[in-house]
Nanobody, 124 residues
C-alpha cells in the first residue's frame, strides 16, 4: 500500500509561484506513474500533470503548459509540481496520485488507485 502526503500549498497573489511536494511512503514494484490533479469548488477533479516513473516525459493540461513543471526525485520518492505565473483560475485543492494498475496512466481520476489528502492553493 502506498501512502502519499502533499505539502506546499498556500495563498499567493496572481503571478506568484508555489512548489507542491508529494512524499510517497514507497513505490510498489509496479507503480507506473504519478500525477497531479486539482479540484475547484463545484467542479470535477481534473488532471494537471503526469510523469511515468521510467521516463522523463511529462504530460500537462493545456491550461498549465509553460507555467507548471512536474518532476520526481526518485531517491526521496517525492513528486513535485512547480507552479509559476499563477492565476486565480488555478485556485483549487491539489492532489497527487499514483497508479500501479493501469499502465496507460490515463489522466482520469478512476485510473489512479492511490491518492494524497490534498493541499489547498489559493490565488488572488
Amino acid at each position: 500500500h502506498v501512502q502519499l502526503v502533499e505539502s506546499g500549498g498556500g495563498s499567493v497573489q496572481a503571478g506568484g509561484s508555489l512548489r507542491l511536494s508529494c512524499a510517497a511512503s514507497r513505490y510498489t514494484y509496479s507503480t507506473y506513474c504519478m500525477a497531479w490533479f486539482r479540484q475547484a469548488p463545484g467542479k470535477e477533479r481534473e488532471g494537471v500533470a503526469r510523469m511515468f516513473l521510467g521516463s522523463t516525459d511529462a504530460w500537462y493540461a493545456e491550461s498549465v503548459k509553460g507555467r507548471f513543471t512536474i518532476s520526481i526525485n526518485h531517491a526521496k520518492q517525492t513528486l513535485y509540481l512547480q507552479m509559476n505565473s499563477l492565476k486565480p483560475d488555478d485556485t483549487a485543492t491539489y492532489y497527487c496520485a499514483a497508479d500501479d494498475v493501469d499502465p496507460t496512466c490515463e489522466m482520469v481520476p478512476r485510473a489512479y488507485n492511490y491518492w494524497g489528502q490534498g493541499t489547498q492553493v489559493t490565488v488572488s
